[in-house]
Nanobody
């Protein structure tokens, strides 16, 4: 019903920036909110940022002030602007579309931050 395609990952130096994109297609009207989750090596997947249909945002304490989640409704795309990147931000970042019940995951995009 919903397909998600992530892009924008890569390798950057500490202090650098990246912008991730997540393009949604299919039953877009079914989506209640979208979020970016990340999974670092040897750790559990965690929520980095989330935005609701009403534009309310949530951030993990570890990224607050450095990351910004936004959306472009005309393009059905959600973005994650990541500034002042740290080596501990290294992870695979996954886009998630929340429905009323359950949701859909993207395949992930890898972010590597060098010290």
């Amino acid at each position: 019903q919903v397909q998600l395609v992530e892009s924008g990952g890569g390798l950057v130096q500490a202090g650098g920036s990246l912008r991730l994109s997540c393009a949604a297609s299919g039953s877009i009207f079914s989506i209640n909110a979208m979020g970016w989750y990340r999974q670092a090596p040897g750790k559990q997947r965690e929520l980095a940022a989330r935005i609701t249909n009403g534009g309310i945002t949530n951030y993990a304490d570890s990224v607050k002030g450095r990351f910004t989640i936004s959306r472009d409704n005309a393009k059905n795309t959600v973005y994650l602007q990541m500034n002042s990147l740290k080596p501990e931000d290294t992870a695979i970042y996954y886009c998630y579309a929340e429905l009323r019940v359950g949701g859909y995951w993207g395949q992930g995009t890898r972010v590597t931050v060098l010290s």
